[in-house]
């Protein structure tokens, strides 16, 4: 069951992250490098107030070390027959993501250690790395492996490994008070689409949506780093800083097909960023799956860890691990669809929304007002009961200057922006108050 | 599954408040006016000791006003060809009930906007309000209405909107301590015996049974008020002493059918009263509906509401708006049966006795007593364990000092009133002494 | 579901234990008597250390009074024909345990009075005491009853009743703190080998392991006494020691059979020692029988109570009065196996074992720590993600300073041993560090 109705306007939202997805899937990205400024810089076409920072090699991230940086021009494997096995220039997953360079001759037997393929899944190429070991490879589709012939090939990687830095991006909204929403999203992995460059454009557009707002009553930090290492870098600079300010956080990955919607709870488990994504997800959508953080995979490996413990939770249609095509070549323009994107954003504007207007009210009467002077209650001779009128009740009968909107949506089983409207309905007429 | 056995004593009890039903079952109540004085005065033949409250009109109860005094003297719709089409004096549902007074001449057509019926009730004459709008209307069955004859139809309705009073019984019967239970039951339905003539009748005798016992631990306070202003006039005038008194409440409606038993939770869901309901509910009854506080409507929505917040938990039979007679001519005599309000009487009875003898035992040993040398334990070569014995054996194992006959009642899984007699037996034996 | 695999060395301990059992069998064991001693002598051969106490006839224990000592040399039943009907010496379930002394003539219909048997289970002799009631009589198979002919039948019952003393065991193994693990269990039971024979030798067999471990962090009392009276005469000398001191217990009946193993929560539930038994048994064995503290019946009865509130549960294999050879001779050297007896001690050394390593680790790194590097990951070009890398991710990421080895496998979901051995490794690799 997907409840969530797609409108027109969402539809051209959809079609605008698709675009950038397209335009950034071609490039070469990795934890280092080239591929990974440009990309940055593409966003920052769309959000001039993205600022990217530079982490110099060999810089200490708690128990990691920013490697070297890694770029490469280009890579080719030849047949013994003088033909392009598989070439770089095609697509960027035929080369072991971090290889060393190397231009040698090896016997097909030689070859088979370096080269990675998929038995189970013989038309897709494996995203493979190695970023912390120096090794080289290959990457193909298991149908062209089997046919390669016995005799000497030849691997040719023209790629470097030199001091440089690890690149990150920023964002920072301000809104009216310090206290700030978190948003992560990493921009490490080459040409697949749903994992990822969903997370990155669906981050670029809510960014947009919200600096597009008359006010914001928090502050949103939008980070895009490489995940792990830039994670790690990320929070190395700005512990105490998070620690102390962030309210509520989310993980951005895998928003673009078309299939279920899920969730991964942060380690606590029971943060508002929890709470507020399982109501939305059953509320927006209906059906979802629902990870423990025992699932998780993604930086809630980072952001969530002891001592750090933001309340994060992870967003995903199909989480990482979990769909056939994940870190494979597979993962293409087709599998993220403009809708697929379309339904991520609704649903991330849906979480935030709810952060801003999560305020307390407190009824202004003692007992139940008198809704029917005001035309609030229900029609006269109407036996049934419900509708507006029982909404209405509900609410005031709840709001005790103690529970959220949020709460009050738990406690009488309606979605949150509901109650927030029937709340702002009711505040008008002077039945409800803003509690500080 | 309906566990309670009606014995004769409970027989008469029944027949007694089905005859007080039958007296006050022709008077045209309302939320003010003569008929719900002539209903208090017939109360107080009961129970001298009730007194009855004058509450002007245009007196303020929180956000509602006390609007002027409704009687009315008598009402006719003569059809075109001069037959009486209904007569107020034939069942006083065929009024709107505070119709503003009339005489005048439609045709059928404007007519229509006037009458009430229920389609898929067609032999029943709905119940109709309009406290707080000026209008006028006749009520019929709608097999009478389908079959209303084109022309000029007569409708005169005699009566009368004039400053006067709400009323409301009071009756405090005081006890050891000042702490109160209290019981709200309401009095403004006109004819019919359900929903509402029932929730009186059984309070008085409840009232009657307590004046009778030889010792109260608590002041019991009974009122009987027209629903929702009767209940914010009374609370209007008694809210602090209410909020500082107030250890259990219980609103009493719908108790005279013979359907099944039922229960709805105050707003908090788990006061005394709560647990008390459902525990005499579960070991008394076996079977019963349980509905949440979202499924509220009757004065428990005064009583429960934030800043009032009194543990108030409804107990009925069928609860009002779910069963087909509600609201109806069709809730009469028939329906509400002398079983029907004798089990209920009894259900009642021990609710109140599990409070009046809630009280917390310790044991006076370390370790089990010796029951056998005090004739308390199993038989001799019995090998089977239980009956008294195991009993005895779990009540001594969880009187702790702390937990009340309830809590035990509900950790070994047994009535909280033979948790109490074999805790007087034990405290008889020396091997229980009572906490203050 | 047993996930348990009985190793060789446990076949040995195993038949260790049932050969200690068949030299214990013959015994004529009552809450007082040679026969209890000599049961403790033989125990001490095994453990030196086991010290022996003895409280006089008549000391006050609680509501108890220790009552005076019972020995029996013979007794016979001889029919009217002059054969020998039942005979002491033959089992020693055949006389009422404690029975007075008698020597008299008796009609069968005089008889029956004093006869015992179980229609239901017509092999079996069943077990009958009268501690505290001055009885005699015989017990016997249903069978061999209902074939007495009728006649002049003599009784014959060599027995004392004289003051004397209950004899009790206790061993205290030192460890490295005074923060004790009780273990109860009991020793009055005659020849029955489940209930009760195998409680005191797997305990004895769990002491012998304890003292051949190079450390223990708690210290160990082991209590071997008869059931009830014995248990509130030790915890009449030692109530405040145990209060103060203890902090984990388990009473330790009805262990040697192949069946079903089981746990009875203490009255509270939720101990460390509840935990710790649902926690192995559902890890190291799968499937197994769960009962609430109101199922209780042995001497947690007495360390539970209010007022004592030792953290105590009882582990079993067939729990007492769920098998049908409970309390009858067919509780015998059949029904309780080496198998049976080493399943049991495994199960408790495991126990006992999560008790002593149930530390709190903090990891010393933010975030992930970078397993590659430390050979602690996944290896290169893994797709899947699990086992022992998955393992030590789980661990890091709830090792937060608080939590107990035994509180993130609960997490986690996975055995207690398993935590802490991948804990005890990131410690060494300087991932973990132990919090005091």
Known sequence: ??????????????????????????????????????????????????????????????????????????????????????DFADHNLHVVNYSIPTDQELTLEELQNHLHSLPEQPTAIPYVTSYYEPRWGFCMTHKQRVELKPGTYRATIDSRLEPGSLSYGELVIPGETKEEIFVS????????????????????????????????????????????????????????????????????????????????????????SDRIARHTLRHLIGDFAEYSFLDRGSDERQYCAPGVD?????????????????????????????????????????????LETNRIYRTTTIGDPQLGRRGLYTDFGERKYGGDAKARMDILAYADGAATVLDIAEMINMAAWDVRRYSEELLSHGLLQLVE
Not at 209 to 229: C, H, K, N, Q
Not at 244 to 271: M, P, Q
């Open 1 to 86: 069951l997907n409840k969530l109705a797609i409108e027109p306007e969402d539809d051209a939202a959809g079609n605008a992250m698709h675009n950038l997805i397209r335009r950034l899937f071609p490039i070469c990205r990795s934890i280092t490098g080239d591929g990974t400024r440009e990309t940055l810089a593409i966003l920052r076409e769309h959000l001039p107030e993205l600022k990217i920072y530079d982490v110099p090699s060999g810089t200490k991230c708690f128990d990691w070390v920013v490697p070297d940086e890694w770029n490469i021009k280009s890579a080719q494997l030849i047949s013994p027959a003088g033909d392009v096995v598989v």
């Open 185 to 272: 999203t990493y921009i490490c992995h080459p040409s697949m689409a749903n994992n990822e460059l969903s997370g990155p454009v669906v981050s670029i557009f809510l960014a947009k949506w919200l600096m597009g707002l008359d006010s914001r009553r928090y502050t949103y930090r939008f980070v895009f780093a490489p995940e792990t290492i830039g994670a790690l870098a990320y929070l190395s600079g700005n512990l105490d800083h998070l620690k102390k300010n962030v309210r509520a956080a989310f993980n951005l990955t895998c928003l673009g097909d078309e299939r279920c919607y899920s969730y991964l709870a942060s380690r606590n488990g029971t943060t508002i």
């Open 310 to 354: 933001l309340p994060m939770a992870t967003i995903m249609r199909s989480k990482y691990r979990t769909y056939p095509e994940y870190h494979t070549s597979l993962d293409d323009l087709d599998l993220v669809t403009p809708a697929g994107l379309a339904g991520s954003y609704k649903l991330l504007q849906h979480c935030l929304s709810i």
